[in-house]
């Protein structure tokens, strides 16, 4: 008795061999029931009915061959567009051509005559593709590609070509004795178009009908790598037309990056504009409790009096006149800070895009390592962009750091305009106390050297804010010019490793 797993296994065995054989019925009654067609004569020719079906099936695949073909370019890069004007071109006379011939040998297989029209039509579809592909119809569209690109894509397509020109030429070759055959039988059968089986048989070799199927089906298999080709190349056309267009995203991206670090030096410049009120602050309460002379009487020293007023001025009216000027010169360098970046776009697009550019010939070139070149680098050209941005930031944060420098001088020299006036209120008091020795030429030009000084130091002021904010925006701008050039550096050294790539692949 068989056990369970035994009889388990049977039913699958008998299962599967039901299955085939109910495939393989259905496979007889279809081909039992697919017409016979007769090489332009009125009986059944053996093999025709094979020819007829591969005969429509290339067709199908030639169809193929132009689908979906004529997608939309966005980028407006010229390039692209000559390449795709190319493949479409190719395709679409390889596709009326190659239908023209399909559709002859279908029409040829079913005919039943006259026997020379059928064959003199797909002789004549034949001959045309022959001619097409084998470059009288090609040259114009090879000669563009070739001088635009390499000739990675008219070298797949010769390959592709050559094969169906093969094809054809063999089964021309097989045809014409297939016509010289049944020529023989219709004359044999007196000239009548519907020859007997035995005269059929006896002129009309059943191995020469099965070698002119097994060519159709030879030359179907060709199709296929021809639309592949075409596709494939229109398909890099289109993703490097994204690839370009995703340019401006990254270097609007690279110049927000730039924009945003000027935007914090406008920042820190108003920063420090606001921030000249500490020299105010630390200079007015010493000031006020100083030189503010109420209650102290300086009528027995009037030349000491008037230089005292003098001192007031310059640490009122000429010190505000001062900062008023140091303001002007933070708003002016301020307003300049943005112009550092202007025509930075342009200098992406026109200098900047030799490494891109040259990946994108690269990819629809098509060559052998076209999608791996393309995929290795096609982050790293724009990685570029935002390396440059970076080194701009760079150039952006060294200013501000020069300017908290600036603020630690000026506030330097306002503490030391403070000891001036302490000084002086020491002087005075002293002065006041021997008049007759104080209110002298010597002690008044004194007092005039130390308020000469103390205005020198506040025009140095106002002169390092100047000299500062000028050579800042010299030093900014020669920065980013700086920054251009290495990106220009980069871009060219990408370009050579992208040279590399294209012809070692992965071994550059």
Known sequence: MLDRKQTRAMRIVFGVTLAVVL?????????MALPRPDFGIAVTVYGSDGVSTNAVASTNLIDNTNDNLDVTLSSGYPLLTTIKTQLIGIANEFTSKGLDVSNALNALAVSTGPLDDAFATFKTASDALIAFIGGTGTNAFFTELNTQLDTSITTMLNDAFDDVKANLNKLGTQLDSLKTQLQSAVQAANGSNSPSKAILRKYVSTTLTSTIASTVISLKSNIPLVTYIVANSIENLKIADDYIFLLSNVATGALDVVNGGLEA??????????????????????????????GIDLSTVPD?????????????????????DMKAFYTTYKQSVMLTSDGLGTFYSTKACGHLLRLVKVLISNGKFADYCYNKYAPRTFALFDVQARRANRCVDQEITRLLKLQEVLLSIAKMLTFNIEDIMEQLKACIKTPAQCNVADIEKAYHDVHIAAKANMNTMKMIVSYETTAGLKRLGACFS??????LLDTVAMTGEINSCETLGPNA
């Open 482 to 487: 700086t920054t251009k050039y290495e990106l």
């Open 304 to 324: 000491i009096a008037s230089e005292m007023a003098e001192y007031q001025e310059a640490y009122t009216t000429d010190l505000n006149t001062v900062i008023t």
């Open 23 to 31: 495939v393989l019925c259905t496979t007889v009654k279809q081909g």
């Open 265 to 294: 030096l406008e920042q820190e410049v108003q920063l420090y504009s606001d921030d000249t009120a500490q020299i105010t602050a630390i200079i007015t309460p010493v000031y006020q409790a100083n030189l503010v002379l109420t």
